[in-house]
């Protein structure tokens, strides 16, 4: 998208107030001397004076043509989860510690402001899923993940049982501590942790990866991006979550039954010209050392 295709930007911030403070002016002087509209979320205007343009993140990302994220990978999750029925580029800008999917260093956020501007960037579109929880088959909460959705046990050491139906065939039951339904942009969280394989971000595909399964049998499963999932379990008196990006968490009832497909609007995330994925993950993940 060309310079003059961005009229008014947002900035969503994590509420560190120093650092936020430090850097959110600055950049809002350098957006407004471009010509450009700036909004920002009520974390940033708590480290400014001004006031009139502070706004919820669901609002914010309703009104602006471009979003700049300052903080840390954490940041970027809730962000996405803020967007509704829009595919705003998003630029994440790293102000925190491992920064793999917010890969683009604060010493090198202008630059970056200028390729974007000039329309020399690339944009990643991501897919997200969409977790629907249905009670005695009326659907009582729609959530949407950027990495994945998890369904865990809460505090007693038990296993819970869980069903797996895809597209509508029985696939298989899971003695497990829980079960993750992850995006190729999250098989490289928790899913990676729990076994599960990298998956490069432009494969339409899912992956279903068990957590401490009970059986050696069990494997991580890729299924195509299109599928319909329908999770059912047995909870034997644990309390059962369904967590979404490791940030929001819905205790589940013995009955509920949750679905899960792509969501229909993916994150565009705004990536430098020169940085490739490959490259993030040897220098993030330390991939392929030795």
Same mark, same amino acid.
């Given at each position: ?21 430090? $850097? ?15 909004? @920002? ?22 009104? $602006? ?55 020399? !960037? ?9 977790? =629907? ?16 959705? $998890? ?48 998956? @490069?971000? =432009?494969?339409?595909?899912? $992956? ?27 909870? !034997?008196?644990?309390?059962? @979550? ?19 497909? =792509? ?28």
């Amino acid at each position: 998208m060309p310079s003059h295709m961005y009229r008014t930007v947002g900035i969503v911030s994590r509420p560190r107030l120093d650092e936020i403070a430090a $850097v959110a002016p600055k950049l809002i002087e350098w957006l407004e001397s471009r010509g450009l509209a700036v909004l @920002y979320d009520k974390e940033t205007g708590a480290c400014l004076a001004g006031v009139g343009r502070e706004c919820s993140r669901e609002d914010l990302t309703a009104r $602006v043509d471009l979003v700049i994220v300052l903080g840390g990978d954490g940041t970027l999750l809730a962000t996405a989860r803020a967007f509704r029925d829009t595919t705003v580029p998003v630029l994440p800008i790293n102000l925190g510690g491992l920064g793999f999917l917010t890969s683009v260093k604060l010493d090198e956020m202008y630059a970056i402001l200028e390729e974007v501007l000039q329309g020399r !960037n690339r944009v990643s579109e991501r897919s997200m899923l969409e977790a =629907k929880i249905w009670r005695a088959g009326v659907e009582v909460a729609c959530h949407r993940a950027l990495n994945d959705a $998890v369904l865990n046990k809460g505090a007693l050491a038990r296993i819970i049982d869980l069903d797996l139906v895809l597209n509508g065939e029985f696939v298989t039951s899971y003695k497990a501590d829980g079960l993750i339904i992850s995006t190729p942009t999250g098989s490289t969280a928790y899913s990676l942790a729990a076994g599960g394989p990298i998956v @490069y971000p =432009k494969v339409p595909a899912f $992956v279903v990866t068990p957590i401490c399964p009970h059986t050696l049998t069990n494997r991580p499963l890729v299924i195509p991006e299109t599928s319909k999932l329908e999770i059912t379990f047995r909870s !034997n008196d644990n309390q059962v @979550y369904l967590t979404l990006d490791g940030q929001v968490g819905v205790e589940l009832q013995p009955d509920d039954r949750i679905t899960m497909t =792509k969501s229909a609007y993916p994150l565009r995330l705004v990536r430098p010209a020169r940085k490739t994925y490959f490259e993030i993950l040897r220098n993030k993940l330390k991939w392929g050392e030795r």
